[in-house]
């Protein structure tokens, strides 16, 4: 277990020995198959502000659009014929799904024998209840920052609180849970990095998705002076830290990351990831889903090529986190 202050040492550092053990442990603990999960992002309307997205609501330049429940089912359809063994339901916070619709359409995509992930942001007790009783397995909600200044600033009309609740609320109610952060924000501190991977492991994370932080124009954050190599580098060391201090969790090679290098899942793959999500929403929605520009969404073909390229395997299971201790 590394202290905080290793941790900053290792962030602040040029050696990056801890990408080769993260991958040792990968291999040691989760093994050499890689699970992909179907990602369906089926609204991109949303009630939130956050300052770095694309998709807050005060972007006005954005094209909208909303799946219906027959088309959110149909795509599932898809990713189960294409051999996908957990479908994952994203959006922006959009109230539009009531918690009756969004039940039935869990209901439906149950039937095809996949896990179900959901990434549809903060709600209250019972509506997570509801999901999980419909059927929903996992959930992703990232902290984003565990800076309570940062986030603050970030967040308008949010309260960190609010998502600690709500992540532990997923967390009493059986549900595989996943967090995590962003990297590279505007003001944001090695310090609250390694403040980020102590949160994770202290909540025990099933699964943890960090994105490099890359600024969208339209956005309070789009005239940002960031160095998008640098934010590359220093996800890849905080996802690498994270899988060292948590095992035998899941954790994805993100789109983010792929966006910023054209290598950017085989070096994650090879530093401590063992998922990649590919996109199985229809190309003219996935276009408008921008949260950053350049958004690369991959296609399971491709995916497919580059785990064997590296001599890992695509996984037949659900790929539920193998608790070790
Ligand atoms: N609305 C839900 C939520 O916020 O949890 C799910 C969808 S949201 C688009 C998914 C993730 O996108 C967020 O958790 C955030 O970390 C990431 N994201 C948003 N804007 C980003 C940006 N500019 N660069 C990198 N990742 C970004
Ligand atoms: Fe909405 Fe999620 Fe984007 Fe925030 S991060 S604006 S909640 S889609």
Do not use: W
């Amino acid at each position: 277990m590394f202290s905080k202050e290793e941790i900053i040492k290792i962030l602040s550092s040029n050696d990056d020995s801890i990408l080769k053990t993260a991958d040792e442990i990968r291999k040691q603990y989760v093994g050499d198959s890689i699970h992909l999960r179907g990602l369906i992002e089926f609204s991109n309307y949303c009630n939130r502000t956050c300052y770095y997205c694309g998709l807050r609501y005060e972007n006005k330049n954005n094209q909208r659009y909303r799946l219906s429940p027959d088309e959110i089912i149909e795509s599932a359809k898809l990713g189960k014929k294409l051999g996908l063994k957990t479908i994952v339901l994203q959006s922006g916070e959009d109230h539009y799904y009531s918690t009756d619709i969004l039940c039935k359409i869990i209901e439906e995509i149950k039937k095809l024998d996949v896990a179900i992930t959901l990434s549809i942001g903060e709600k209250t007790y019972n509506e997570y209840k509801a999901y999980k009783d419909a059927g929903a397995d996992r959930y992703l909600l990232r902290i984003e920052t565990t800076d309570k200044e940062l986030y603050k600033k970030l967040h308008p009309n949010m309260s960190i609180d609010n998502r600690l609740e709500c992540l532990h609320n997923l967390k009493s109610l059986g549900y595989e849970t996943g967090t995590g952060c962003l990297v590279g924000l505007p003001e944001q501190t090695i310090e609250s990095l390694a403040d980020d991977i102590l949160f994770f492991k202290e909540i025990d994370a099933d699964m943890i998705g960090i994105g490099p932080f890359i600024p969208h124009p339209n956005t309070p954050l789009g005239n940002s002076n960031i160095n998008l190599n640098k934010n590359f580098d220093l996800s890849i060391k905080v996802m690498a830290l994270t899988r060292i201090l948590l095992k035998d969790i899941n954790i994805p090679a993100t789109t983010a990351m792929e966006t910023l290098n054209p290598n950017g899942q085989i070096i994650a793959l090879q530093s401590g990831a063992n998922v990649i999500m590919p996109n199985i929403t229809n190309d003219e929605c996935k276009d408008k889903y921008n949260i950053y520009p350049h958004k690369k969404n991959q296609i399971i073909s491709d995916t497919i090529n580059k785990i064997h390229s590296i001599n890992r395997t695509v996984s037949n299971e659900k790929g539920f986190r193998n608790k070790t201790s």
